[in-house]
């Protein structure tokens, strides 16, 4: 157990329709990233926030939006979702969100896309 | 823009060395390496990283070429949890990305 939860584990939608998927990070880490995995396009960062603020942006399309609460809890936003958007989406946190600080990732989240 | 390259697949006996290489020719002076696994249905975990020298730590060793444009993860001996797919990635300190993910290689471990 990495320490890091995300809510739900599975979530079956529909084509157009918005979902909000959430992460709670490791007890003391400033830090959360969020990735996609999905079985075309491999594992891709989406997006890195450090003490509410966004620190560095990935392949994340403008569909998509994230943000990091005074609490550090993160949350992914997904809208006009498309088949496409299914995948695996993965938060992980870490320390202090330098580069060489060791990530810690979630279980992840199943987005299905119907 | 950088990126790392690894062997789709790689197969080992158990409690053999596995020598895991990964390609990143356009690796900038600052990027960091980092070795990530990601065992079946599970969210990837931390293998080791490193930035100019050797490392070394309790699950693996990191060889990173001199000119840093390569790199090997050593797993001294094999065991059959340690099958799962490995990723290479690089941190990158300034620029869009982040993390630069690799496809990975997915280790099969015989027993």
């Known amino acids: 157990d990495s320490g890091v939860t995300q809510t739900p584990k599975h979530l079956i939608t529909a084509t157009g329709q918005r979902v909000t998927l959430r992460c709670s990070p490791r007890?003391?880490?400033?830090?959360v990233y969020w990735y996609q995995q999905s079985l075309d396009q491999g594992l891709q960062f989406l997006i890195q926030?450090?003490?509410?603020?966004?620190?560095a942006k990935g392949n994340i399309l403008e569909r998509f939006s994230a943000q990091q609460f005074p609490d550090l809890h993160s949350e992914l936003n997904l809208s006009s979702l498309e088949l496409g958007d299914s995948a695996l989406y993965f938060c992980?946190?870490?320390?202090?969100?330098?580069?060489?600080?060791?990530?810690?990732f979630g279980p992840g989240t199943r987005l299905t896309v119907l | 823009d950088a990126k790392t390259t690894q062997p789709n697949s790689m197969e080992s006996n158990e409690e053999e060395p596995v020598h895991l290489p990964c390609n990143h020719s356009?690796?900038?002076?600052?990027?960091?390496i980092h070795w990530y696994r990601q065992l079946p249905s599970q969210g990837p975990e931390y293998v080791i990283h490193?930035?100019?020298s050797n490392v070394n730590n309790r699950m693996a060793s990191l060889a990173i070429a001199e000119d840093r444009k390569s790199s090997t993860l050593i797993l001294h001996r094999a065991t059959l949890r340690d099958a799962a797919v490995y990723y290479c990635?690089?941190?990158?300190?300034?620029?869009?990305?982040?993390?630069?993910f690799g496809t990975g290689t997915r280790l099969k471990v015989l027993a």
């Open positions: 992980a946190s870490s320390e202090e969100g330098a580069p060489s600080d060791t990530q810690y």
């Open positions: 007890s003391g880490d400033l830090s």
């Open positions: 926030y450090y003490n509410g603020e966004e620190r």
């Open positions: 356009t690796i900038s002076g600052t990027d960091y």
């Open positions: 490193g930035l100019t």
């Open positions: 990635i690089l941190s990158r300190t300034s620029g869009t990305y982040k993390y630069i």
